[in-house]
């Protein structure tokens, strides 16, 4: 399943640059990896421009009553779906505050990466968070060569990288021994030859937020 997060642009504060890599998990909310289908979540506006999303109704129908942080809005209900083995997840606007895009969003609407939501003069950029997990190679490509080793791909385990659309599949044996004897040909490269995607084995985010992106959302002068 797609792994959702929202990540807040709007610091206000003076870290606004501080972009490290794997800093990004302060300012992201992630939407629950655990959620089951069909279990229903709500996106709730705390203060000072903070979001918590939680589970507010089992889709099996087992009921515990719905719990809500305190002193919080709920701004949407959000839903994922699994269609055709492709998981989606879907937004119910419950706030007038709440825009997509600049725009009152839709009854329903597909959350998709690289949706820009907003609540007041907060923004969050809507973001894919992505970490390479080998898997064997898949049978239709099994007979496909890794495009850095030559050999065929299924002769270990592979990854796809994880930018948009990009079906560059490379061997990735094993990811805990990245400097190891080991065809950890995904590593070969610093960006994705094909969609310059940085090649990162820790969790990223699609679409990668430009630096300016996080910065502009407060800023005048741009
Ligand atoms: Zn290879
Ligand atoms: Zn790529």
Redesign the pocket.
Known sequence: MDNLGLLHLKSGSANANNTDDNDFDRKLTRIAESAAQNDTLGLFALAEGKLAVMVTAKGNGSGRRPKRPKNAELVAELKCRVEDGIAAWYLAPRSQRLQVNGHRPYPLARLEPGMLLSIGSDFWLVAKVWQPQPRPAPEELADRC?P????KLSI?PVVQCGGPDCGRW??YERPDEPDGEF?N?FLATDTCPDCDQPVMAEATLVPEPHDKLLTTASDEHW
């Open positions: 890794c850095v080793c030559g050999a270990a490379t061997h065809l040909c």
